[in-house]
Every structure is written in structure tokens, then in C-alpha cells.
């Protein structure tokens, strides 16, 4: 990682899951296992949220490409912006591939990399079945505030309002990062949130002026669609290296940066290495589902898959920092 840009620029929908390698198992002897269990799917964030809603969607849809066609229970577990769900499954919840997070802030890990002392997991052991989708994130602004761009907040004497449900949100990290590059910019993260819904309430109370939350969600669902149609927000950036056609009147952080000069699902601990693979595989399966695809397409998700090994790869990477990016890290999120 050359630049913390790509550390929160892009959010990742993903289901993880951790594992210890042990004596693999014969398909039959895992198809046995699975038949008759109930797979639970956790959730980070608050019923409602894009997270939630993709955890469900994945969950309606796994079990029957696993052998011996599981049920699967979705449990909310929110807080902490993800950590106490992620903390779970990493401690408490048993090594028998019948946990998983169904899908997780991917911001989780910087907690880690900057020694938060409230993470008590490696996220370099979780193993990584695949997420569906990789959406650039916009920051969303009342049009009542007296922040119609980035310059305007940037030279303001009263910081922005913004929302998050923590340190390992996008939405802070990036508030984080603008501080660093466009100085004397300053935005007042208002933390502890449990998730989406309470974040748009607040939005709709004043209690805060802006989130900032992935493009995807912006344009599937209430109540952001009523929003932009009444005129209540704006766009203010966009993560991006491109516009979205649907935010063509919207810059990216890119370009921002450029203007100014600036530099650019999981489960539990010793889960047998089958196991491992036949999720990975029931995942692929669904993905290609007509059904889970009809789904999404209802939900107007948007579908841009990574699988599990290529998740790896990246968790690898990114964990495996110089200190002079540990340093600046530290330094950029506090």
C-alpha cells in the first residue's frame, strides 16, 4: 500500500472466515456434517443496513449450494463499528465452519495495523470465502448545511458534522484522511452509531450534516433515493478514480487531490481446510445463481465479485506494512 487513498477509498462487501489447518475430511463426511445444522451468518451493523441487507441476501441463498444443504440464521451483532461481531467470531465462536461473518466494514484491519486496543483479533488469519461486490464510496451532505463542496468545508471556521459507527468506518477513516491533505480542513467525526438506519435518522434530525457511505447504496434504497429526488442532500466527493455516470457533476477524491497537489464473510478459529473450500465453492455457485442474482437485481445491488483467494492475496498485503506506513497511519486516524 503506496498511499492510505487505497486503503479506504474502495468498501468491500465480504464474508470471512478463519481457520486453522487440521486433517482434511472426505465430501461425504462433510456433506454428513452439514445436513440437518444451521449456519449462522453475523452482521456487524444494525438490521436495515446495506451490510445487513447483503448478509441476508447471501444467507437466502448459500445454504443450498453446501452439501447437505444447511439452514443459515442471520444474527445481528452490532457495534463498535464491526469490532464487536469480528472480536466474536475470532474469540468465542466455535472452529466448526458453521460461523460466519456474513459481511464486514473492510476498514476493520486499519484498527488493527494502528493498535487500537480495542481489537483483539489478527485479521491476517481470517481466511476469506469471497465478496460480491467492491463499490466506491460519496459523501452525502444536507443541502441545508453550508457545505455545497469540499472548499467549503475546508474553509469554514466550523467544522462539518459527520456520522460513523467508528474508528474502522470508512466514513472516518476518509473524514481522517481529508484532514491530511487539505489543511486547515476539519470535520467532527461523531462516532458510536450502531449502524446505517441510526446514521440517516440522525441525518433527518440534524443531529449530524453528513455520512459518507458507498455509491451503491446511495442509489438502491430509501430513504436516499427520496432524498436526492426532494432535494435534501448533496454529493460532495466521490472515492472513485472515475465518476459514476450517476454523480457526473460530482468530483473524486482524485481530482480533489489533484487540484490541491496532493499525492495520490469469516469463520471461526481451527476450521477444517475442506470446510474451507466448500464454502469457498458454494459461494461461487451462488453468485451464478438465477435466483440470488433475480435477488439483487430486485434489491438493485450491484455485482462485481472477488473471490476468496484474491481476498487473501490483498489481506497479505496490507498487513504486511513498512512502519513508516504504520507511522503515518498512526499519525492520519489517531
Not at 461425504?28 to 445436513?35: C, M, N, S, T
Not at 443459515?72 to 457495534?79: E, F, R, S
Not at 457511505?213 to 472515492?239: C, D, H, M, S
Not at 490541491?260 to 458454494?282: H, M
Request: net charge positive.
Amino acid at each position: 500500500m503506496k498511499n492510505p487513498v487505497g486503503a479506504v477509498a474502495v468498501s468491500l462487501f465480504l464474508t470471512i472466515f478463519w481457520s486453522l489447518l487440521s486433517n482434511p475430511l472426505a465430501h461425504a463426511q462433510e456433506e454428513a456434517f452439514y445436513k440437518g445444522k444451521t449456519i449462522r451468518v453475523l452482521v456487524g451493523t444494525t438490521a436495515g443496513s446495506l451490510y445487513d441487507l447483503w448478509a441476508r441476501a447471501i444467507a437466502a441463498h448459500i445454504g443450498k449450494h453446501i452439501p447437505g444443504n444447511p439452514e443459515t440464521l442471520v444474527q445481528n451483532m452490532p457495534g463498535a463499528g464491526h469490532k464487536i461481531a469480528t472480536n466474536y467470531l475470532y474469540n468465542v465462536a466455535k472452529p466448526d465452519g458453521l460461523t460466519l461473518i456474513g459481511s464486514i466494514l473492510p476498514g476493520v484491519y486499519m484498527d488493527q495495523l494502528v493498535g487500537r486496543p480495542e481489537v483483539k483479533f489478527d485479521w491476517a488469519k481470517f481466511v476469506w470465502i469471497g465478496s460480491p461486490v467492491k463499490s466506491e464510496s460519496q459523501m452525502t451532505m444536507r443541502t441545508d448545511a453550508p457545505y455545497k463542496s469540499i472548499d467549503d468545508i475546508r474553509n469554514s471556521k466550523e467544522p462539518a458534522r459527520c456520522g460513523s459507527t467508528g474508528t474502522s468506518g470508512s466514513d472516518y477513516q476518509l473524514a481522517r484522511l481529508l484532514e491530511e491533505i487539505l489543511p486547515p480542513l476539519k470535520i467532527n467525526s461523531i462516532l458510536g452509531y450502531p449502524g446505517g438506519p441510526e446514521l440517516d435518522l440522525a441525518m433527518e434530525r440534524g443531529e449530524i450534516q453528513c455520512r459518507t457511505f458507498t455509491v451503491e447504496t446511495f442509489f438502491a434504497r430509501e430513504p436516499y433515493i427520496t432524498w436526492k429526488k426532494k432535494g435534501f442532500v448533496r454529493n460532495l466527493y466521490q472515492t472513485g478514480r472515475k465518476r459514476d455516470s450517476r454523480l457526473a457533476d460530482t468530483p473524486t477524491l482524485h481530482e480533489i487531490m489533484d487540484r490541491n497537489k496532493t499525492p495520490e464473510s469469516v469463520t471461526s478459529p481451527g476450521t477444517p481446510p475442506d470446510r474451507v473450500k466448500i464454502l469457498r465453492e458454494a459461494y461461487e455457485k451462488m453468485l451464478k445463481d438465477p435466483g440470488f442474482l433475480d435477488d439483487i437485481k430486485k434489491k438493485r445491488f450491484e455485482l462485481d465479485p472477488i473471490s476468496g483467494e484474491e481476498l487473501d492475496a490483498m489481506v497479505k498485503e496490507v498487513m504486511t506494512q513498512p512502519p513508516e506506513i504504520i507511522d503515518r497511519l498512526k499519525k492520519l486516524l489517531g
